[in-house]
């Protein structure tokens, strides 16, 4: 029984197109720098929003009509679920999924329970996977949503609570090995405090990183040779987060000696929560060499939570894009469309319009991106920005040769620094509006 009775598959039709159910710039063939569209953007549909976003909020209950969707869950619901998942992947062209634990079957009475009925859904996601070549981005366990995760997961004043995190945590590697999965990822949950009066914060932070540790010996033990992801977010479940932006996370990954195993999963609106930009959370962590994954979403201006938004403006998508093609494109991450319809957006069809307008938002960014560096101005403008680092005592500087007292030297025999130049923003920002309209 199909869940998308009439939809077919969503197929490139160019610029002109006015059909709403086409792409208008995502050609996944389409060359840029030499690499086909869809590797350089190897995009990615999120279970937990596509798939079991009810619509649901604080102030209502469920809006989403999922003809798919039985009235009890249950492990055969799951199934029909799964199977309802692979026809909008592959309707769409979406070559990656990702998913928690909880999001493709539902928890039983025990965990060796629940284990038995992710076990018999994995299955069905195997089989999926392989009729139709839709492949694991990343798997991921939820420490959140059960209440026995009150005061975290990794780390809960609850010895207990780590302890089942750990077995939650094998049992999903284990599975996302089994589904080829790319990566794995750990996006922090409720690994933060509301309150530090009852809060041993150092305790805690040490806990996380002896889970990450485990979990890091158990994927060598298995075999699995995904890579692992650190998503930062400042806040949200808690009023802080340890993991509360790339440099937070980079900070503890060195720390605690899990640097030379663990990449970012950058969030946009996860970026924009910690008072930052996305671009600057990737330009951070890719210079430091932990560019890993893109969960892929906007937030709102004018509000101060996670709306999950799907992505469609240009300037973000070709921000984006500028950064990942400067350090050389994803090896194992993608571009995960962590992002949710509007609880207002209740019919199927709008699950298409919004992976569809979020995927040519990339594919117009990407086309922009590669646009701007084909031709060169703007890094050339940069270049010549930092121009007196490359001879002189610039260049000397950064080849080791001064300290203090030969750049005292240096500055007594000068008198005073060649003249600033002007930082031109105003050109710069001019500049990269050509190649947008
Ligand atoms: C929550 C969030 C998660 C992670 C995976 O804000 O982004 O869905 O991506 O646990
Ligand atoms: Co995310």
Request: charged letters at 25%; glycine letters at 8%; one cysteine or more.
């Amino acid at each position: 029984m199909s869940a998308f009775p009439e939809i077919s598959k969503i197929r490139y039709e160019g610029p002109e197109s006015k059909n709403p159910l086409a792409f208008r710039h995502y050609d996944k063939n389409e060359l840029v720098e030499g690499k086909p569209m869809k590797d350089h953007l190897r995009f990615s549909v999120a279970y937990w929003h596509t798939m079991r976003g009810t619509g649901g909020d604080p102030f209502g209950a469920a809006t989403m009509l999922r003809p798919w969707e039985a009235a009890e869950d249950s492990v055969e619901n799951a199934i029909t679920r799964a199977r309802a998942a692979f026809e909008f992947f592959e309707k769409l062209g979406a070559p990656f999924y990702c998913f928690h634990d909880r999001d493709v079957a539902p928890e039983g009475a025990t965990l060796a329970e629940t284990n038995k009925n992710l076990d018999a859904v994995a299955k069905v996601l195997k089989e999926e996977q392989d009729r139709s070549g839709v492949k694991l981005l990343w798997g991921t366990a939820n420490l959140f949503g059960n209440p026995r995760y009150m005061h975290g997961a990794a780390t809960s004043c609850n010895a207990d609570a780590f302890a089942f995190a750990a077995a939650q945590v094998k049992k999903a590697l284990e599975v996302t090995k089994e589904l080829g999965g790319a990566g794995y990822v750990f996006w922090g949950g409720r690994e933060g405090y509301q309150c530090l009066w009852n809060t041993d914060m150092k305790r805690e932070v040490d806990h996380l990183a002896v889970f990450m540790h485990m979990a890091v010996d158990y994927a060598k033990k298995i075999g699995f040779t995904g890579q692992f992801y650190f998503e930062p977010k400042p806040k949200e479940p808690t009023k802080h987060q340890y993991d509360f932006d790339s440099a937070a996370c980079i900070n503890f990954l060195r720390a605690y000696g899990l640097a030379d195993h663990v990449k970012m999963n950058i969030e946009t609106n996860h970026a924009t929560l910690a008072g930052h930009s996305v671009e600057h959370e990737l330009d951070y962590a890719a210079s430091q060499g932990f560019l890993g994954s893109v969960d892929a979403n906007t937030g709102d201006m004018l509000l101060g939570w996670d709306t999950d938004q799907f992505p469609t403006d240009i300037y973000l998508t070709t921000k984006i894009m500028l950064m990942i093609l400067k350090y050389g494109g994803f090896s194992t991450g993608g571009l995960n469309f962590d992002a949710k319809v509007r609880r207002e957006s209740f019919e199927p069809v709008d699950l298409f319009h919004a992976h569809i307008g979020g995927m040519d938002a990339f594919a117009k960014g990407l086309k922009i991106a590669a646009a701007i560096r084909a031709d060169g101005v703007l890094d050339e403008m940069v270049r010549e920005r930092y121009s007196s680092w490359d001879a002189g005592v610039g260049a000397e500087i950064e080849s080791g040769r001064h300290d203090f007292e030969t750049l005292q030297k240096y500055m007594l025999d000068k008198g005073e620094i060649t003249p600033n130049a002007s930082g031109r923003q105003e050109l710069f920002e001019n500049v990269v509006n050509r190649y947008v309209f």
